[in-house]
């Protein structure tokens, strides 16, 4: 049973554009959540993220929402740029679970392609 | 983010070796993670150490062996490794007990691209 769906595996968008990646999930437990951008043969890196006290969090040209009410989140790049292109994960996060560690349920990742 | 180093990068052993992997954090973290990439699949969490001691163990089997000796480094020693185990292992790690939001940011290694024959 996943609890963090990303339901597109692929975007591709024209360089300029907006990209949205959307991400969906069923753990009404979560309270903080994040997105990883992810070339190949690399490790995951963080982007940005969001706590559920929040509906929004800016940091240059990406922008996540979160609407708690739909148990879904949003990130928005704009301008999108050739370099953006690379697989995008979701992940979130109910808290600590133990002497400060945290577990991230990540969901399956969306390829974003930006066209030049 | 340079901050979490893996080696090494690429391993194929045989069903009968036995290997180590490394990972070593230089951010001042407390918690570090091992996951496990396949392909198609979500990032799986293997193991969780947080202040040297293991707080989770995702029922993974027996013949991957973490050890954490010291708040910087892990490792994940393999025997006996079956070719379904061939995956991208990355290692992470957060900040930990500090207080507020941002301490559940977990930052990876590159990971290590291991092969079993």
């Known amino acids: 049973d996943q609890q963090v769906k990303q339901n597109s595996p692929s975007l591709s968008v024209q360089e300029g554009r907006i990209s949205i990646l959307n991400c969906d999930y069923t753990?009404?437990?979560?309270?903080?959540f994040l997105w990883y951008k992810k070339y190949p043969a690399e490790g995951p890196t963080f982007l940005i993220s969001?706590?559920?006290?929040?509906d929004k969090n800016e940091d240059g040209r990406f922008t996540v929402f979160l609407n708690k009410s739909a148990k879904h989140l949003s990130l928005h790049i704009v301008p999108s740029q050739p370099g953006d292109s690379a697989v995008y994960f979701c992940?979130?996060?109910?808290?600590?679970?133990?002497?400060?560690?945290?577990?991230?349920?990540f969901g399956k990742g969306t390829k974003l392609s930006v066209i030049p | 983010e340079t901050g979490v180093t893996q080696t090494p990068r690429h391993l194929v052993m045989g069903m009968t070796n036995k290997k180590s992997l490394k990972c070593e954090q230089h951010?001042?973290?407390?918690?570090m993670y091992w996951y496990k990439q396949s392909a198609k699949k979500p990032l799986e969490l293997m193991f969780v150490?947080?202040?040297?001691?293991?707080?989770e163990n995702n029922s993974v089997p027996s013949r991957f062996s973490p050890e954490c000796p010291n708040s910087s480094h892990l490792f994940l020693h393999l025997h006996t490794l079956q070719p379904e185990d061939s995956a991208l292992y990355l290692c992470?790690?957060?900040?930990?007990?500090?207080?507020?939001?941002?301490?559940?940011?977990?930052?990876f290694g590159p990971g290590t691209r291991l092969l079993v024959l």
């Open positions: 992470a790690s957060s900040q930990g007990i500090a207080g507020g939001p941002s301490q559940e940011t977990q930052y």
């Open positions: 753990n009404s437990m979560f309270d903080y």
């Open positions: 969001i706590s559920s006290i929040k």
């Open positions: 951010l001042g973290h407390n918690a």
């Open positions: 992940a979130a996060s109910e808290g600590a679970t133990g002497a400060g560690s945290y577990q991230l349920t």
């Open positions: 150490y947080s202040l040297e001691e293991r707080v």
